[in-house]
């Protein structure tokens, strides 16, 4: 499918005194571009219509509309970075539109074609690039779709809004990545054969944050989960996938189907193979961590997602003790994947699997 965008420059943008303040120290999420990406669907008016790029907005929203219900809602994550030459790349879109299309499917939604998903980050890249920060910054996007239509039965909605806004970060660890300290929830599990956890759906996210809380409580950054029938498996992070490194110089890492497939995952399995490194995609239980990592076979963890690239693991707490991780350090393998990958994604080094989309 096709679809023309209708460009219509904010008559008010912010002015280049203003955007450099607010690039200077973007922190995470909280700085916004001067426009959004916006398509519309309506089933009885044939699907999507209405593809915009306009000034950034309030949505004019019913307050019977369906996703402030029944959390009809999914969305992606990605970055634009500026290459050294000043050009700017975007990585693996095609797999975040992709995976908007498998989101969409399970959660009964309109599925937004891959094309339109690709052509609306792209024409918010080139309308807000001067809100791309330079060094280790990028502009993080964030596609999202609700149901919108006023009504509360339950069942699929029939119109829909899909968007993308986008938000200049810093560097997610200034300084480069602090071991993060993860608390294994005992408690709360994220996702149950069958259900939603391989769906990046802030459904799942609402249901995360009480044991995030509960991570916090313990002194920790961020909780673990573990499998929803046997209470032993580690699934992942509330929004990263993990890895384990071990003292054979191999890789494993938990399998798909209740976790969401990432596309860092995805690339650091593709990366560690092409290094000739085995990756395992297999259950690997808290208890088997912990011994693995007393007994020396276990030398690093770590997490991994688009924001933060790739996060060593220093530390493990919970209710049945705690455990340190390469000595509460980052460790190299780690430490080298996340250079190869951000290396790849600003267009420092070649790219042997054509992730890259430049934009300009
Ligand atoms: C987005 C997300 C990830 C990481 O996915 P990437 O494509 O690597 O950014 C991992 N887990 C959850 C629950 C997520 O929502």
């Not at 918010?124 to 006023?150: H, N, Q, T």
């Not at 580690?234 to 189907?257: A, C, H, K, Q």
Request: glycine fraction near 10%.
């Amino acid at each position: 499918m096709s679809i023309k965008f209708d460009i219509q420059p904010a008559a008010n943008p912010t002015s280049e005194k203003d955007r450099v303040a607010k690039l200077a120290d973007p922190g995470f999420g909280r700085v916004f571009t001067d426009h959004m990406a916006i398509v519309r669907y309506n089933q009885a008016k044939g699907g999507w219509y209405d593809a915009r790029i306009e000034a950034r907005a309030n949505f004019q929203l019913d307050p019977a509309g369906a996703v402030l219900h029944y959390a009809q809602e999914i969305f992606e994550g990605l970055k634009a970075y500026k290459r050294d030459d000043g050009g700017v790349n975007l990585f693996r879109p095609d797999a975040n539109a992709r995976r908007f299309k498998d989101s969409a499917d399970r959660m009964a939604m309109a599925q937004l074609p891959e094309d339109v998903f690709i052509e609306a980050v792209e024409q918010v890249v080139r309308i807000d690039r001067d809100w791309i920060p330079g060094g280790e910054g990028s502009l993080y996007l964030r596609p999202f779709m609700i149901a919108s239509e006023i009504f509360l039965g339950v069942k699929p909605s029939s119109e829909y809004i899909f968007a993308v806004i986008a938000s200049p970060v810093g560097s997610y660890f200034k300084g480069g990545p602090a071991p993060v300290s993860i608390w294994a929830s005992e408690n709360y599990t994220r996702a149950a054969v069958g259900g939603t956890g391989a769906v990046k759906c802030g459904g799942n996210y609402a249901a995360s944050l009480r044991a995030q809380a509960e991570a916090i409580q313990h002194g920790c950054d961020q909780v673990v989960f573990l499998d929803a029938v046997e209470r032993r498996y580690i699934e992942e992070l509330g929004g990263m996938n993990v890895f384990f490194v071990f003292e054979d110089g191999s890789l494993s890492t938990p399998p798909l189907g209740t976790i969401l497939p990432g596309i860092t995952r995805d690339s650091i399995i593709a990366l560690a193979n092409d290094a000739g490194k085995t990756v395992r995609e297999e259950l690997y239980s808290l208890d088997q961590w912990r011994k693995d990592a007393a007994s020396g076979k276990l030398k690093e963890a770590f997490a991994c997602g688009t924001a933060a690239v790739i996060s060593p693991i220093g530390k493990v707490r919970s209710v049945s003790g705690d455990f340190d991780i390469c000595g509460g350090a980052a460790g190299p393998v780690a430490m080298g994947l996340r250079k190869q990958l951000i290396d790849i994604q600003y267009g420092r080094t070649n790219d042997p699997h054509n992730w890259i989309k430049k934009v300009f």
